[in-house]
T-cell receptor
Framework: KNEVEQSPQNLTAQEGEFITINCSYS?????LHWLQQHPGGGIVSLFM???GKKKHGRLIATINIQEKHSSLHITASHPRDSAVYIC?????????????FGKGTKLSVKP | DGGITQSPKYLFRKEGQNVTLSCEQN?????MYWYRQDPGQGLRLIYY???????QKGDIAEGYSVSREKKESFPLTVTSAQKNPTAFYLC????????????FGPGTRLTVT
């Protein structure tokens, strides 16, 4: 069983829809990163959370440490949001860059 | 602008040949990491280095080697001992202080035939 599980694996939405991607983890992660991978392969960091909620533009990330669960929400989705979204986290006591990754959620937003 | 560069973007090699992937950063970050990405799988850690002249094996280090002679550079050699080298390789660093923002290079797609 993967230590970091994402759902759904694939998601197709119409432009303007509200989108939720979920991430559950079974290991002790000290913080959770949400990453975005574009079709060309490049990855950018969206959020790092250790508690609560963060918002950046149309993106909102939440985390519940007790339940070991995080969600990424996209409001008013747009075709340019089409990408693979990955959650990842470093184990407690480990290096901050030694991350355990989910397999990613592939999002496609249709105009 | 600061960032991570990886070259080349696409690399083709014949089976049995060693190949070295380049990773350079001008972010002044101490730690550097190499990940491998295969279709349908999460990224997996190959090697990492937290300081010049020191590096540690990650989860899938067999068949790979690295060096860290300069802070800015962390090249990865895929040796002929790597059983399944065809993959997408990503180099990464992270900020020194919280929230330890992650930075990734554009990646190198290696195809071995």
């Amino acid at each position: 069983k993967n230590e970091v599980e994402q759902s759904p694996q694939n998601l197709t939405a119409q432009e303007g829809e509200f989108i939720t991607i979920n991430c559950s983890y079974s290991v002790g992660i000290s913080a959770l990163h949400w990453l975005q991978q574009h079709p060309g392969g490049g990855i950018v960091s969206l959020f790092m959370l250790s508690s609560g909620k963060k918002k950046h533009g149309r993106l909102i990330a939440t985390i519940n440490i007790q339940e070991k669960h995080s969600s990424l929400h996209i409001t008013a989705s747009h075709p340019r949001d089409s990408a693979v979204y990955i959650c990842a986290g470093p184990l407690y006591g480990g290096s901050q860059g030694n991350l355990i990754f989910g397999k990613g959620t592939k999002l496609s937003v249709k105009p | 602008d600061g960032g991570i560069t990886q070259s080349p973007k696409y690399l083709f090699r014949k089976e049995g040949q060693n190949v070295t992937l380049s990773c350079e950063q001008n972010l002044n970050h101490d730690a550097m990491y190499w990940y491998r990405q295969d279709p349908g799988q999460g990224l997996r850690l190959i090697y990492y280095s937290q300081i010049v002249n020191d590096f540690q094996k990650g989860d899938i280090a067999e068949g790979y080697s690295v060096s860290r002679e300069k802070k800015e550079s962390f090249p990865l050699t895929v040796t002929s001992a790597q059983k399944n080298p065809t993959a997408f390789y990503l180099c990464a660093t992270h900020a020194r202080t919280a929230p330890y923002e992650q930075y990734f290079g554009p990646g190198t797609r290696l195809t071995v035939t």
